[in-house]
């Protein structure tokens, strides 16, 4: 079969304690449907600021291959950035601009780094032939970016260039549950959009009618949100069940398959905003392909799969006590527990197993179509280092900061270009 270059992030440079973790995640996932399906796959593993352009023609003069399939958003604007010519995948894992829509940690930092997002977010869209996104809502938001640039018109008018790829089942141990008592686990990353507050209080409103409860939270902070996990511990610290939380922080494969193995239950919380609405939850698919029943807020797409499927138990955001009952009717309905993991097979062998997610990218990648690469309208934030790019930082800063301080930036991207340049 055909050969294809995967850009993405294997995860051999970066991990998840440096918010890369989904696209760890959905790296693998794409290698996996992409060499269960036969083709002959090479992987180009983006680190950030490490990595550059010439590591993707580096691969791309080594053989002959029919198309790139990049996932998205670094790896993906570094593939752009190669200046292929192939047929281009380009996977938008996640609203990249409403997860900055609610960073806050730096003063005035969300909206320059809102300026690099979107002018990020139009490299892609400006380039890709066809693209894919993690919920269908999201493919949704695409297409209206698509047509805002005026990619789509008479030479592609049969064609919808945007594919929903959801999290799929991956092949693991299934939970065996804990030796005693009811253990809930979080596992991953605490963004800024999850909602510890209504965690807290739902764990502490089930704890103080079931002591048989105990919470275990995996994973921490990221570099865009750390407050979130702050706060967290805070409130776990002035806890009279702080004996019933256990913290375990970023641990290793091992460890975390151990505790998904007698976890009981797993739950996530969001908060209401952007990102909720049009993200995914990778994690998720996690604890259902090891049969761990999931309590989780309304608002993602993946909660109303939880709840169509049967998979587990939404409940109406920034509602405690909603949350803690739904703990406590899993502690005490076995036969509701059981009901849950035969659904959650169910699906794991149908709607959400790897063939049927990626059946999608299986039939472009057998034979890649190119989207006519003419575009009708100029890019709301021109790319990155172009000048028009750098008067709208400019502009930025001294709006916020003064003449002076956007004068400091001139210069600190000026003897940046000219190291690149000379590197």
Not at 172 to 193: D, Q, R
Not at 247 to 262: F, H, M, N, R
Request: glycine share 8%; proline share 5%; aromatic share 8%.
């Amino acid at each position: 079969m055909s050969s294809i270059l995967l850009v993405g992030d294997d995860g051999s440079v970066t991990n998840a304690s440096q918010g890369t973790g989904a696209c760890i995640a959905r790296t693998a996932r794409f290698e996996t449907a992409l060499s269960n399906a036969g083709f002959s796959l090479d992987v180009c593993s983006i680190a950030g600021r490490l990595s550059s352009p010439g590591d993707v023609n580096e691969f791309l003069g080594k053989r002959d291959y029919s198309c790139v399939v990049a996932i998205s958003p670094h790896p993906a604007e570094i593939a752009v950035r190669s200046g292929t010519d192939l047929p281009l995948w380009i996977d938008i894992n996640g609203m990249h601009p409403a997860e900055i829509h609610l960073s806050r940690e730096k003063k005035n930092e969300p909206r320059l780094e809102m300026l690099r997002m979107l002018a990020l977010e139009n490299s892609l869209l400006s380039r890709g032939d066809i693209f894919s996104a993690p919920s269908q809502r999201q493919t949704h938001a695409i297409m209206g970016e698509l047509y805002l640039l005026g990619r789509l018109d008479g030479a592609s008018k049969s064609r919808v260039p945007v594919r929903a790829v959801s999290h799929c089942a991956v092949d693991a141990p299934l939970s065996s549950g804990p030796a005693g008592g009811f253990s809930i686990i979080s596992t991953g990353s605490f963004n800024s959009w999850f909602d510890g507050n209504t965690l807290f209080d739902g764990l502490e409103y089930a704890m103080s009618r079931n002591r048989e409860i105990s919470f275990i939270a995996t994973g921490g902070s990221v570099p865009f949100a750390e407050e979130q996990y702050r706060s967290f511990l805070q409130r776990i610290s002035g806890s009279r069940f702080k004996s019933q939380f256990r913290i375990a922080g970023w641990v290793s494969e091992k460890e975390l398959d151990q505790i998904q193995k007698t976890a009981s239950a797993a739950v996530y919380t969001d908060i209401p905003c952007g990102e909720t609405l049009l993200g995914a939850r990778t994690r998720v698919l996690d604890w259902v392909s090891r049969g761990i029943p999931v309590v989780c807020t309304n608002g993602a797409e993946i909660s109303q799969v939880i709840s169509d499927f049967g998979m587990g138990i939404s409940v109406p955001g920034e509602d405690p006590e909603a949350l803690g009952k739904a703990f406590l009717k899993l502690a005490s309905e076995p036969d509701t527990v059981e009901q849950i993991k035969r659904s959650q097979e169910s699906w794991r062998n149908g709607a959400g197993s790897m063939d049927s997610v990626f059946k999608p990218l299986i039939e472009w990648c057998s034979s890649p179509v190119i989207l006519p690469r003419t575009q009708l309208c100029k890019a709301t934030v021109p790319r990155v280092s172009s000048r028009d790019y750098r008067k709208m930082v400019l502009k930025e800063i001294s709006s916020v900061a003064g003449k002076r301080s956007s004068a400091g930036f001139l210069l600190r991207s000026l003897i940046e270009k000219f190291k690149n340049r000379k590197n």
